[in-house]
Nanobody, 119 residues
Framework: QVQLVESGGGLVQAGGSLRLSCAAS????????MGWYRQAPGKQRELVAT???????NYAASVKGRFTVSRDNAKSTVYLQMNSLKPEDTAVYYC?????????????WGQGTQVTVSA
């Protein structure tokens, strides 16, 4: 089992920045992709950014150029640097990790951290 704990959410004005962190604990071996998803009120959860264990990244079009995902494999931690925040970035942000064991992928989620961007 893998446990994910997020931190770093909060309230910020439009144009501001926040940095989210997500630390994995437990059986953290063979964690491949880690990343961030978000869910705004009344909307489905959507991908924000992901990063593989070798550093390949993928971003949603809406955040490309403003957000940066990074990872410290030694600490089993993934980060999301969010710059030039917009009110539409307001959502609960969830950390995600995919672990491959014996050919089977298990997905884990954090509890979520609220990000609120005021106009």
């Amino acid at each position: 089992q893998v446990q994910l704990v997020e931190s770093g959410g909060g309230l910020v004005q439009a144009g501001g920045s926040l940095r989210l962190s997500c630390a994995a604990s437990g059986s953290t071996f063979n964690i491949n992709t880690m990343g961030w998803y978000r869910q705004a009120p009344g909307k489905q959860r959507e991908l924000v950014a992901t990063i593989t264990h070798v550093g390949n990244t993928n971003y949603a079009a809406s955040v490309k150029g403003r957000f940066t995902v990074s990872r410290d494999n030694a600490k089993s931690t993934v980060y999301l640097q969010m710059n030039s925040l917009k009110p539409e970035d307001t959502a609960v942000y969830y950390c995600n990790a995919g672990q491959i064991v014996a050919g089977t992928t298990s997905m884990y989620w954090g509890q979520g951290t609220q990000v609120t961007v005021s106009a």
